[in-house]
């Protein structure tokens, strides 16, 4: 028996033959897959321009919440332009600026060192890893923040799963207390479909 089921964007197909709709034809889930993905909801997926994105979150009772953002058609030189791109993004946010209202009390923007992205790289399971370590507020968003509106840990990776040309922007955020290692252990769970 054949049973495709279509939920927003992510398509899983159980049996041969079954081809989705927007997925070009291609049965498989478009996304980053995992056997730990089972103690999540998909909450929403959507197509922005040439991207794909969805999100999941912890179906136990914590806040945990993991975003996954897709971009096809990427070799390897456009893989790293992507990742090039992406972190030189981040590093913006975090750059010291000039204040748009300088006055006696600052006349830079600035955030605590504690508060930096902290830049790493692994192969784990034969897939390269880059990644950071950072923090984010209560609406899930990076950027310099007061200390006192940090509401998560996050882990924010990229991958290039090189056999289908697929970019992954993954975001995984939990609880401020959560250790970065079972956050990590979590995103290098993930997998290329």
């Not at 456009?78 to 030189?88: K, N, P, T, Y």
């Not at 748009?100 to 790289?121: A, H, M």
């Not at 998560?152 to 955020?173: D, G, P, T």
Request: with cysteine; proline share 4%.
């Amino acid at each position: 028996m054949q049973l495709c089921v279509l939920a927003g964007l992510h398509c899983l197909a159980i049996g041969s033959g079954c081809g989705c709709e927007g997925d070009g034809g291609d049965a498989s889930a478009p996304f980053l897959v995992s056997e730990q993905l089972d103690r999540f909801q998909l909450t929403d997926s959507y197509t922005r321009e040439r991207s794909r994105f969805a999100v999941w979150r912890g179906a136990t009772g914590t806040e945990r919440i993991l975003q996954q953002e897709l971009r096809t058609g990427a070799d390897a030189t456009q893989a790293a332009r992507l990742l090039a791109d992406e972190i030189m993004r981040l590093e913006a946010v975090y750059a010291d600026a000039v204040s748009p209202y300088p006055g006696r009390i600052s006349n830079q923007i600035t955030s605590t060192d504690r508060l930096q992205p902290e830049r790493y790289q692994q192969v784990r399971s034969g897939q390269d890893w880059t990644y950071y370590r950072l923090y984010a507020g209560a609406r899930l968003a990076y950027g310099t923040a007061p200390e006192e509106s940090i509401g998560y840990r996050s882990v924010l990776a990229w991958l290039h799963c090189k056999k289908r040309q697929r970019f992954y922007v993954v975001k995984y955020f939990a609880p401020l207390g959560t250790p970065w290692e079972r956050m990590e252990a979590f995103v290098f769970s993930l997998r290329c479909p």
